[in-house]
């Protein structure tokens, strides 16, 4: 059977501008940290993904349905996020057509939101973001922003395949990952990653609101945190503990 | 490659490790079915994220508890193999605290049971909560040594 997959936009999409992707995994970081974003920034919902590939579910807003994995935006920013797990089965397929239809926009710069878990978060009291680029200059960039580079090891998931299409199709990504819990909501971890994003895009956005919610977001998370996990395990999430052997 | 070749080509542990994925899997399909939700109404009790890590000493068991009242929190064997944790909340949250408006309830607490999957000494348990999460340290038992 053919896969289905289609991004249906409702609004003109801007070319050329930033896509942030915060889809679900550790600490749910990359989904808090753009939803954040979206709320403060006040973007629009601009496109929505239609696949056969995701479960058959809508979200209820203000008692209207919405897709699960949507994407906001306005004329300088795009950020997708999904109020569902996606499905370890489907993954490949929706991140490809995602990164294609940020190609298909000229989308200048793809940045990946996301956690790196550590088995000891529980006593970092500011967790650290390092970066990941799909280009030597983006590594450059990155430094020269003083965030600190993933030189060695795996990452597994969304965000994962996100820079592999990105370098495959050529466009500019990178991935942003804040120390985190590894099944737990990290709306700190969000924080952190939110303040580097500032740093490369200079859109400045307060995470006060972020930090204060905290414990109201850990609460609130914890479905589809649940659900994240299990797909998590399907996708083999712990092999981001696994040292890579490259003699 | 045939699939007895391919198999001949891996380690014994291979085999072994992916049986045991394919096992698991296969136990997750099955439980599917009886999901359940992650709040009892009737309870008023809400059931935390948690996680158990089988180290080689010891049993680490871990639960995100957000608005718990810190010196509520406890944590019981319910019998060899279980323990229960319960919490209560700073302050109730109802359904309506996260705009769901059509169903009813307010949830007090934290409650969950776990199983513990290794015989472990529930009397030397260690307890620590920081940052919201409950962090149940318990040894493991040491059934029989050989001697090399």
């Keep these: 059977m053919a896969e289905i997959i289609r991004i249906i936009e409702k609004k003109p999409i801007p070319f050329g501008s930033l896509m942030l992707n915060g889809l679900p995994d550790v600490g749910l970081v990359g989904l808090i940290a753009t939803s954040h974003i979206i709320g403060e920034l006040d973007l629009n919902e601009v496109a929505y993904m239609d696949s056969d590939l995701l479960p058959p579910i809508v979200v209820l807003h203000e008692g209207l349905p919405h897709a699960p994995l949507r994407i906001f935006g306005d004329s300088n920013m795009l950020a997708t996020i999904s109020e569902t797990a996606i499905p370890a089965t489907g993954i490949y397929a929706v991140v490809r057509h995602l990164v294609k239809w940020g190609k298909e926009k000229n989308v200048k710069l793809m940045i990946s939101v996301g956690g790196l878990p550590v088995p000891n978060r529980q006593d970092i009291a500011e967790p650290k973001v390092y970066g990941v680029g799909t280009t030597p200059e983006l590594i450059k960039m990155l430094k020269e922003k003083e965030i600190e580079i993933v030189k060695e090891g795996f990452m597994v998931g969304p965000q994962a395949l996100i820079l592999r299409y990105c370098m495959e199709q050529g466009v500019p990504g990178i991935a942003l990952l804040a120390q985190s819990f590894f099944n737990y909501p990290d709306p700190e971890a969000a924080a952190a990653v939110v303040k580097e994003i500032a740093k490369i895009t200079g859109i400045q956005v307060d995470v006060s609101k972020l930090l204060e919610k905290g414990e109201e977001i850990r609460l609130k998370a914890r479905d589809i945190m649940k659900r994240t996990q299990m797909e998590m395990a399907k996708m083999r999430k712990t092999q981001e503990y696994d040292l890579p052997l490259y003699v | ?148």
């Excluded at chain 2, 080509?9 to 997750?28: A, C, K, N, T």
């Excluded at chain 2, 009886?34 to 059931?47: D, K, L, Q, T, V």
């Excluded at chain 2, 169903?103 to 472990?120: D, H, N, T």
Aim: proline residues 7%; contains cysteine; hydrophobic residues 35%.
């Design chain 2, 1 to 148: 490659m045939a699939e007895s070749e391919r198999r001949r080509r891996r380690s014994f542990f291979d085999i072994v490790s992916e049986y045991f994925e394919e096992l698991e899997d296969w136990v997750s399909s099955l439980m599917e079915p009886f999901e359940r939700p992650s709040w009892n109404e009737r309870e008023c009790s809400i059931e935390p994220l948690c996680n158990i890590f089988v180290g080689p000493t010891e049993v680490v068991v871990t639960a995100d508890l957000p608005y718990a009242e810190t010196n509520t929190i406890k944590v019981e064997p319910v019998s060899e193999d279980a323990i229960e944790i319960t919490a209560k909340l700073r302050r109730p949250v109802s359904f309506h605290d996260f705009g769901i408006t059509h169903r009813r309830g307010e949830f007090s607490a934290f409650k969950c049971q776990l199983r513990i999957p290794v015989p472990v000494d529930m009397e030397e348990m260690e307890i620590r909560f920081k940052r919201g999460i409950l962090e149940v340290h318990l040894p493991r038992k040491r059934g029989y040594r050989i001697k090399v």
